[in-house]
């Protein structure tokens, strides 16, 4: 499957083919899309998103993270997801998997705080990075008509039931 360059993603945000609201071209990499934070939950902390600021993560503590932009993926591409470095040095541990082909919303990431200090984490950082491949076939049913389960999430959502 051909990666996406900066050139590609271009493209296809300037002809409409993929949504990125709100688009900052300074998220632009050569070969992706810096992802960057929207607000953030940590479930032992309280049962309500922070949207503004900096959230304080304990060590040792698992953390959930609604990206700003609303993505809106076309039906015959799909993402990878990175953890920025820059994240991984300060001790965050994160799985990623997959942006399904024809996804809306916005993602939430989850990740986990390993290091001994309380990590400060300010909404509006870049957290990860969406490398974009398109399908060898177009799928016979894109997300929202195979599962659609989180389709056009706004925000942290967490595993639905």
């Known amino acids: 499957m ?17 949504g990125v609201d709100p688009w900052h071209e300074a998220d632009l990499t050569p070969n992706g899309l810096d992802l960057r934070i929207g607000s ?15 959230v304080h993560v304990p060590p040792m503590t698992r953390f959930a993270v609604g990206t700003q932009s609303v993505l809106r993926m076309p039906d015959d591409v799909v993402g990878s997801l990175w953890i920025r470095s820059s994240w991984a040095r300060r001790g965050v541990l994160a799985a990623f998997g997959k942006v399904d082909a024809g996804f809306a919303g916005n993602l939430t990431l989850g990740a986990f705080h390993a290091g001994h200090e309380p ?38 959502t967490l595993a639905k039931a």
């Open 40 to 54: 953030i939950l940590v479930p032992s902390l309280s049962p309500n998103a922070v949207h503004e600021g900096t």
């Open 119 to 156: 990590l400060a984490i300010p909404i509006g950082e870049r957290f990860c990075q969406i490398v974009l491949e398109e399908l060898k076939s177009p799928p016979q049913k894109a997300y929202a008509a195979r599962s659609g389960n989180y389709q056009n999430q706004r925000g942290v």
């Open 2 to 18: 051909p990666v996406w360059s900066d050139t590609d993603i271009l493209e296809a945000i300037r002809s409409g083919r993929l």
